[in-house]
């Protein structure tokens, strides 16, 4: 296990553009994803702003080079997965031992809804195409075979941390030397489902989210897809890496099902385990990308964990989701693509719509966009039901 573990590249479509660089701007222009629904049919299309990546399956399908019938969740796959293996500089993925490790809670569910609602009516209508391809791990191998990969195919589905937990995976693998790169990250599309699911819960703010706000009101949900290309110190000398996967770590405080310990033990545990593995003090983190979703427990829990951690001194920290909405099973990957940029380019994001800070936290999040900052090392959070709470660290190139 003394294989260090690199990123070699990586690319993100989502609500806040349609990759890596419009993300960028996006932030530097302090211009959210969130609007009204324009490709999701649901009764609450007045009502709950969503994050939705700005094209409908018929130009998701010819942006992929894929069939149009695939469902939503792929085709955002493939458009970052095959995007994160172009930037890495590696060549033809045949080349390599490779693996495809990809994370999602919704699989097909777009499709299936849409059939469902034919076949209700009438028997004899809906496409079978459109149900075959419901299950999280038939949307990755999908992309696993158009892409070409062939050494491992694995589905990572663990709600929110699931995209943090497949960089982890791939990151065994590599450490293991059973493979020489991994394409890691996660993918989800919105569907009416989550929707409701979420809004059962009633942890859907029917305004843009404000995460670390003393008067947040909940969530916004998103949709997209982001992918790092891991590799074994062998190739990273080959190419230019972005940075270094450090450290991570896994805990799970099992407190309830969809709500984090309110002292934010999984949490705490979580970062403390990724800064041992990777060797770290917590003095020495630049920048922290929050799990940040904008609501009273998660926003609390992690806040009270960041604090017993990190006081008195706090790095940076900010909630792209404020941006990007919350994009479930895609939120680890597209979060570990942006923080692996923010080490490389020493790039802070805004953590937008924040105005009052929380009662019981003695931080802020960081409100301006900035780049050109000394970051060493950098942690991504991401925190999901049932306690399940990853945390990244991320290592400047020491090559």
Not at 98 to 107: D, I, Q, R
Not at 143 to 162: D, F, P
Not at 269 to 278: C, T, V
């Amino acid at each position: 296990m003394s294989q260090r573990v690199w990123i070699a590249g990586g690319e993100v479509i989502c609500g806040a553009g349609e990759n890596l660089a419009a993300c960028l701007a996006a932030f530097e222009q302090m211009q959210p994803g969130m609007g009204a629904m324009q490709h999701l049919r649901s009764v609450h299309h007045g009502t709950f702003p969503v994050a939705e990546v700005k094209a409908d399956n018929a130009a998701l399908a010819e942006k992929a080079g894929m069939p149009a019938h695939w469902s939503r969740t792929a085709l955002l796959s493939m458009i970052a997965a095959r995007g994160a293996w172009e930037r890495s500089g590696l060549g033809p993925i045949a080349n390599y031992r490779v693996g495809f490790v990809s994370a999602n809670t919704v699989g097909g569910m777009d499709k299936t809804e849409h059939f469902m609602e034919d076949y209700l009516q009438d028997p004899s209508k809906g496409k079978l195409r459109e149900v075959v391809h419901h299950e999280c791990g038939s949307i990755t191998d999908l992309v696993a075979a158009r892409l070409g990969v062939r050494h491992h195919v694995s589905t990572i589905s663990t709600a929110c941390s699931s995209g943090a937990n497949a960089l982890m995976y791939g990151a065994r693998m590599i450490r293991s030397g059973m493979l020489d790169a991994v394409i890691a990250g996660g993918t989800d599309a919105l569907t009416r489902f989550t929707l409701n699911g979420f809004n059962t819960l009633m942890i859907l703010d029917q305004q843009r989210c404000r995460p670390f706000d003393d008067t947040r009101a909940g969530l916004n949900l998103g949709e997209g897809a982001g992918y790092v290309v891991l590799v074994s110190d062998e190739l990273a000398k080959t190419v230019q890496p972005w940075c270094r996967l450090s450290g991570f770590a896994n805990a799970n405080d099992a407190y309830h099902q969809t709500a984090s310990s309110p002292d934010g033990t999984g949490n705490y545990l979580a970062m403390k385990g990724a800064l041992d593995m990777a060797g770290l003090q917590p003095a020495d983190i630049g920048y922290i990308n929050l799990h940040g979703t904008g609501t009273q427990n998660n926003d609390s829990s992690e806040g009270l964990a960041i604090t017993r951690l990190f006081a008195p001194h706090f790095p940076p920290a900010s909630s792209t989701k404020s941006f990007t909405g919350h994009t479930l099973g895609a939120s680890g990957g597209i979060e570990a693509v942006f923080s692996a940029w923010s080490l490389k380019e020493g790039v802070i994001y805004p953590n937008a719509q924040f105005a009052h800070r929380m009662k019981e936290l003695p931080f802020s999040p960081a409100t301006a966009f900035s780049k050109g900052n000394a970051l060493r090392h950098v942690m991504s959070n991401s925190f999901g039901f049932g306690g399940n709470c990853s945390s990244l660290v991320f290592s400047e190139n020491d090559f």
